[in-house]
């Protein structure tokens, strides 16, 4: 006795369109005769049969699990039921995916939530499919989180299931991943001037997408041959990308980074920019062997970080923006250098207690056949004397000379030096030399303001001291005397003035009444009939205490 045989059920699409339906086809191999029982259940439904439906194919269009079995004879004989195909239907409802938080550009090590919302299914026991670009285990919720990495870049899209009712997939929505950002700090002013605040500015891509400042001070730390960085006065989570500092005198790094999110993401730290002070201070300072800008190549320079510091490094900023931590050739506080055109940079000194120094210009001249400007590394002081000179390789002092200050032809004649007897602030500014046709490259020269001295600044006390005693000696009998004036052209004062210590005057330490007498001229005045003789103005003259004065 053969086996029983079993239906099949074949579906021409298992996705019925909206507003239409689907054909089903139900067959037993191999035999004729045959009138067919079809059954239908849902996820939250039983199978039932479906009535008055007996022949070989079919069309629904509601969407849920179908089967079949085929039926002959009397009595009758019954296939073993097909297997199971599921019918889907869509609705006409479109969902949409979103990106939670929305921002352009999303980094790596972000947290981001992929979430698929369905107008008009509000209340819906849905269930979610999704097509993603990086998923092991697709989530069956409207949303998810991820923190993202680069492999997650890709296109999301999701659509909603109710019992078998299937909404439209999305548009597709695309995740951009990229590496974790540096910042990019800038500073202004580079170099310090007198009384001026110094603006930092921190750059991220994409400015508008929620970031918050954070500002740092750099500090040396070299035992780590880098630095460590402090927190700004008030410099945490700022929602501008610039932080202005007041009162900046000395040389200093500065670094910043971003942060944003909840919870919070913070892009990595920017490079140290600095802003540099050629003024030199007590606690730090760097001078330069010879003492010039400007040098030839192959030139033996030497840099040396003075201070009551143990430990030095001197730092260099090149001219392509490369800052470097170590000198090649450092022995005890000095770096010596053999001069090429990649040496052209600003140096300072860095001490192991976190002291900066003042920061010098070195300029390199490439051309072996041209002239360098010989000019002062550190400022000039108002008031100082300063020479400057033009000078070859092979000949350090040179006549016929033009000199140029701030590219203006200020001397052409046959000195070799320009000498400024008493610098002063109009004085600064950009200057270079020319010999024979060639130009040196231009440095530029500082004035600083002259500080007062303590020795100096007694010196100005004691002048002062001096002044206020010799007014004193001048008016001081206008406030000692009384004075009392008679009619006329005299006016008699008075004062109390120690006796002399005679045998038969006062005793010593006893005082007595002392008249003297001073003509004043008085303008335009005429005599009036019945005004005493001059002579009665010294009735109260003591002879013996005071000198009459003649009219």
């Known amino acids: 006795m053969a086996d029983t045989p079993r239906a099949t059920l074949t579906a021409g699409t298992t996705i019925i369109p909206v507003g239409g339906s689907v054909t089903l086809t139900c067959s037993v191999q191999s035999s004729d005769g045959w009138k067919y029982e079809w059954f239908r259940r849902t996820q939250r439904t039983y199978e039932v049969q479906i009535r008055g439906k007996q022949n070989r194919d079919i069309r629904v269009s509601q969407g849920g699990i179908y089967s079949c079995r085929g039926t002959r004879g009397n009595p009758v004989y019954y296939t073993d039921i097909s297997d199971d195909v599921t019918i889907e239907k869509t609705c006409l409802n479109k969902p949409t995916v979103t990106l939670q938080p929305s921002w352009p550009q999303i980094y790596s090590g972000e947290t981001v939530t992929v979430r698929c919302e369905i107008q008009g299914g509000e209340g819906a026991q849905w269930t979610y499919e999704w097509r993603a670009a990086k998923l092991n285990t697709p989530p069956t919720s409207n949303e998810y989180r991820i923190t993202v990495t680069e492999s997650d870049s890709g296109g999301y899209s999701c659509r909603g299931r109710r019992d078998n009712f299937f909404s439209k997939w999305s548009d597709i929505i695309t995740l951009t991943v990229s590496y974790k950002p540096r910042p990019v700090l800038t500073v202004s002013p580079s170099w310090l001037s007198p009384g001026a605040s110094v603006t930092l500015n921190c750059e991220v891509e994409h400015p508008s997408a929620g970031w918050s400042f954070y500002w740092y001070k750099a500090v040396p730390d070299l035992s780590e041959k880098s630095s460590s960085y402090e ?51 007590s606690a730090a300072s760097l001078t330069v062997s010879p003492d010039r800008v400007q040098h030839f190549t192959s030139d033996s320079v030497s840099l040396t ?55 010098v210009n070195i300029t390199v001249q490439n051309d072996g056949n041209g002239p360098i400007l010989v000019s002062p590394v550190h400022p000039v002081t108002e008031g100082a004397s300063v020479s400057l000179s033009c000078s070859l390789r092979t000949q350090k002092i040179l006549s016929n000379v033009f000199f140029y200050h701030n590219d203006k032809l200020i001397q052409n004649d046959t000195r070799g030096e320009l000498k400024i007897s008493a610098v002063s602030k109009s004085d600064e500014g950009f200057y270079k030399c020319q010999y024979s046709g060639r130009e040196s490259a231009q440095s530029w020269m500082s004035v600083k303001v002259a500080v007062s001295t303590p020795e100096s600044s007694s010196f100005s006390l004691l002048m002062i001291f001096r002044l206020i005693l010799g007014l004193m000696f001048i008016f001081l009998p206008f406030f000692l005397f009384g004075f009392r004036c008679y009619k006329g052209d005299r006016c008699v004062y008075e004062t109390v003035r120690r006796c002399e210590n005679t045998e038969n005057g006062p005793a010593e330490g006893d005082y007595t009444n002392v008249t003297s007498v001073i003509q004043l001229k008085v303008m335009n005045k005429t005599r009036q009939r019945g005004d005493p003789e001059e002579s009665s103005d010294y009735n109260d003259v003591n002879p013996n205490s005071a000198t009459a004065l003649k009219s």
Not at 246 to 272: I, K, L, M, N
Not at 320 to 345: E, F
């Open 231 to 281: 927190l700004l006065p008030d410099g945490s989570g700022t929602a501008q990308d610039s932080y202005i500092i007041h009162g900046q005198t000395h040389t200093a790094g500065y670094v910043c980074r971003a942060g944003r999110g909840d919870p919070e993401y913070h892009t990595d730290h920017s490079q140290p920019k600095f802003v540099w002070s050629a003024d030199v201070h």
């Open 305 to 359: 970080c003075e201070g009551n510091f143990t430990e030095w490094r001197v730092r260099k900023f090149s001219e392509d923006g490369r800052l470097y931590s170590d000198c090649r050739r450092m022995t005890g506080s000095t770096c010596n250098i053999n001069t090429s055109k990649s040496d052209t940079a600003v140096y300072w000194c860095e001490s192991g207690s976190g002291e900066f120094s003042s920061a």
